[in-house]
Structure formats: C-alpha cells, structure tokens
C-alpha cells in the first residue's frame, strides 16, 4: 500500500477540519492513482507489485529515478493563490518563515532533498508558480469548501512535491481539484525531452495505471491517451483515467515541465472545458 505518515499537521481554529480533510482526501487520491499491489483485482493476485511500502516509508522500487518521500511528510494550506505566492518568494512573509521553520526541523532527513530544491526554484525563479484558468481568468478557489484552498504537499502522487488547488465547481456543486508538480528540480534529461504524461509517468512510476496495465486495478475501469487542446491553442496527449466512481476522473496533461492533473466528474472533462483551460504564471 502507499502509506503516508503525517505527523506535522497543525490544526488550529477553524482550519481543523479543513486541514484534516484535506489530508485524507490527498490519501484517498493517492491510493487511487499509484501502482500499488492492495488495488490490484483478486483473479490477478499473482501479479507481484514493485510498490512495496512500510508504515513509515514509502518505497523507491517503483520509482524510476530513485526517490522516496520524507519520513515525516508535511502539507502547507493556504487560502488564496496570493498567500502562496508570498510564501515561495518573499522571505518576510509569514508563510515563508512558517515553511523554513517547519522544514528544519527535518534537516537531518536527506529525502527532503527534492522538496527543498523546489523551494529554491522558486525563490531564485528558475520556476514560477502557476494557477489554473478558464478562459484566461484565474478559477475561483472554494472558499467555502470543507478543504483547504491551496495545499502544498511535500511529497504525494510519484513521491513528488504537489500543490493542489481546490477550485469552484464548474457547473453545478461539485469541486474540481486541479494538482501541479513542477519537475525542472529533478534535472532529468529524459523528464525535460518527454512529450507526454505518459511519457514521464513511464520515467517516474512505470507500474502506476496505464493503458495496457490499469485492468490490473480494482478502481479502474478505463485509461487511455486522448489528444486534446488548451486555451493557448497548443496541443497535449492527455492521459485520462476514469474509476469506478463518475465523480473521480484524471485527466493528465504534462505541459512546459509541469504535470497537470485535474480531477473531476467525467461528464466536465469535455473538449470545450479543455479549449477554455490553461495553468498561467501568478505575477
């Protein structure tokens, strides 16, 4: 199973049950898009999963370029695009301090290691951060949402840095989360040449769920690539997974460097919502 060990939430005030939910939610998210041999079906039990993982750990087997999370993984919540911006580049800010603050107190783990080189992208702007967009807008955070806003999650989905956006729904009441994670910090040649997600999916993970592997899954009933284009006008063949659940579909897109996931209902993952969507610099 990939198993999180999450021992540096602080819950205070209001921000309890959105910080704890957000939590759980990212763990329900993971288990659903990781190669992991508990999501296998049980009339292809013999099929040995690489994604072995302890209770404290989680294994770098599956993993192509080695890594493997923190021991003591810490997620960051943030209620606007403006605070976050603030906490990746402005020494002075609250939220820059807070991340540095609690990121000492794991100096002496090395698996740190990538999440702290993502930190000094962004502040010396060798990345910059970007939101999601329809229609060249910035989407609108849910703000009365049970789940934080933003979250920046040091390790999740690959055993990478995320940052989750928890956005408004589109049409009708349900959310849609739109998950970034930058990959020019891992300085990988075959990374930056790839053309696809699926691509660097097959790089970074190569048992996770894809076209030919995903019947192996209990969750899954379909993934597949599908070209598809953004607001921009460029073009990207996304990697779409659809689960058991209609509410619960994937469409991942790799665009400049940066994974896209977007997870929504399957009937708002339509060619019109990807005409109108884009992720764009935050100035």
């Not at 993984?73 to 695009?81: K, L, R, T």
């Amino acid at each position: 199973m990939f198993c999180i060990v999450y021992k540096d939430l602080i819950l205070k005030g209001e921000k309890t049950v959105k910080k704890l939910t957000s939590f759980l939610l990212a763990l329900a998210v993971t288990f659903s898009l990781t190669a992991c041999s508990g999501q296998e079906n049980s009339d292809n039990s013999g099929i040995e999963s690489s994604c072995a993982v302890t209770s404290d750990n989680q294994s770098t087997e599956d993993n192509g370029l080695g890594l493997c999370a923190p021991n003591n993984v810490i997620d960051y919540h943030f209620d606007s695009y403006e605070q976050l911006l603030s906490a990746l580049t402005d020494n002075n800010s609250d939220g820059y301090k807070d991340i540095y603050t609690r990121m000492e107190q794991n100096t002496s783990d090395e698996k740190f290691e990538l999440f702290r080189k993502t930190l000094q992208y962004f502040e010396t702007g060798k990345i910059k951060l970007c939101v999601p967009q329809l229609n060249g807008e910035n989407m609108k955070i849910q703000s009365d949402s049970a789940y934080s806003q933003v979250s920046f999650m040091t390790s999740e989905l690959y055993r990478i840095p995320w940052i989750w956006y928890h956005c408004g729904a589109i049409s009708g009441d349900e959310q849609m989360i739109v998950m970034l994670s930058y990959l020019l910090p891992l300085e990988n040649e075959s990374i930056d040449n790839a053309k696809s997600y699926l691509e660097v999916q097959n790089i970074i993970s190569p048992s996770s769920p894809n076209p030919d592997n995903y019947s192996n899954f209990k969750n899954y009933t379909s993934v597949y690539e599908k070209e598809i284009t953004l607001a921009d006008n460029s073009k990207a063949t996304a990697l779409i997974s659809e689960t058991n659940n209609v509410r619960e579909t994937y469409a991942n897109i790799y665009k400049d460097g940066i994974l896209i996931s977007i997870r929504a209902s399957r009937e708002k993952l339509t060619d019109e919502f990807f005409r109108s969507f884009d992720v764009a610099e935050m100035n």
